[in-house]
């Protein structure tokens, strides 16, 4: 059985700094997706990561994604409080039709 | 161009009735999947259909079932509600085949008293 973790659940942190959040699962798989969701909202997506050694970066946002170690990591730089969100990452197994998903990371940025 | 939709916005049943959401994928997409979201947690899979036929299924029970019409446009049905059934449920669009990358509707926020 597919299992994805988030490290970690709860991040608050000042306006400026950087910070790394991890998510690890638990058999292979090259296809991992990273989602923001606002409270009362719904998902939006924001990495397709689609092989092992990808990177992607919009903005202050970095993901990667290495296979061998099954672990993606989400990079805030500089964050800003309009990136206070709760972020998700799921992971798509080659044999089957669905997403498996983390517990998501709730972000809150302090000005 | 259109994105995932998704009716009603909110609703509120009472216990043991029986509910149906709807969806309409994003233009030129055919999969069609269903989340339950409740607070505080990330989404579980209920199922998916292509083609109108239920491709995949999540652990719900069978008083969740859904329908696919050839416009692409999808049904999720919950019988016999549960006060557990409370939940935002989310629909999300795709394009077959390929990597599985998802579209999400807006939701609809499930209230059951």
């Known amino acids: 059985e597919l299992k994805v973790e988030q490290n970690p659940l709860f991040l608050s942190m000042q306006e400026g700094k950087n910070y790394t959040i991890y998510c690890n699962y638990s058999?292979?798989?090259?296809?991992l997706y990273w989602y923001r969701q606002d409270p009362g909202k719904s998902l939006e997506s924001l990495f397709v990561?689609?092989?092992n050694g990808a990177v992607k970066q919009e903005g202050r946002l970095m993901a990667s994604l290495d296979t061998k170690a099954r672990l993606s990591t989400l990079h805030i730089t500089a964050a800003v409080h309009d990136l206070s969100a709760t972020y998700f990452c799921?992971?798509?197994?080659?044999?089957?039709?669905?997403?498996?998903w983390g517990a998501g990371t709730k972000l809150i940025i302090k000005p | 161009d259109a994105g995932v939709t998704q009716s009603p916005t909110h609703l509120i049943k009472t216990r043991g009735q029986q509910v149906t959401l709807r969806c309409s994928p994003k233009?030129?997409?055919?999969?069609v999947s269903w989340y339950q979201q409740a607070l505080g947690q990330g989404p579980q899979f209920i199922f998916q259909?292509?083609?109108?036929?239920?491709?995949q299924r999540g652990n719900f029970p069978d008083r969740f079932s859904g329908h696919q019409f050839p416009n692409y446009s999808s049904e999720l049905n919950v019988n016999a509600l549960l006060l557990g059934d409370s939940a935002l449920y989310l629909c999300?669009?795709?394009?077959?085949?390929?990597?599985?990358?998802?579209?999400f509707g807006p939701g609809t926020r499930l209230t059951v008293t």
């Open positions: 259909y292509y083609e109108e036929e239920e491709r």
């Open positions: 999300a669009s795709s394009l077959n085949p390929g990597p599985h990358e998802q579209y």
């Open positions: 058999t292979t798989s090259d296809r």
């Open positions: 990561l689609l092989s």
């Open positions: 799921a992971v798509d197994m080659d044999s089957n039709y669905q997403l498996i």
């Open positions: 233009s030129g997409h055919d999969t």
